[in-house]
C-alpha cells in the first residue's frame, strides 16, 4: 500500500473497480473504516 492523495474515484478506477461507491464498500469492509476515514488517521498518526 501506498500514500496518495488522488480522489479516492481514481484509486478505484485505477484498482479494477468501475463504481467509486462499490470501492468504498468493500475497503471498509475489510479494513473497518471508509477510505476517507483511513486518510484522516493517516494525517492524525503523522503517517504522510
Known sequence: ?????LPI???AYEEGYN???YFSRVF???CGISPKEFRVQ???N???
Open 19 to 21: 463504481d467509486p461507491l
Open 28 to 30: 471498509k469492509k475489510y
Open 46 to 48: 503523522r503517517l504522510i
Open 42 to 44: 493517516l494525517q492524525k
Open 9 to 11: 474515484k481514481v484509486i
Open 1 to 5: 500500500m501506498y500514500c496518495t492523495n
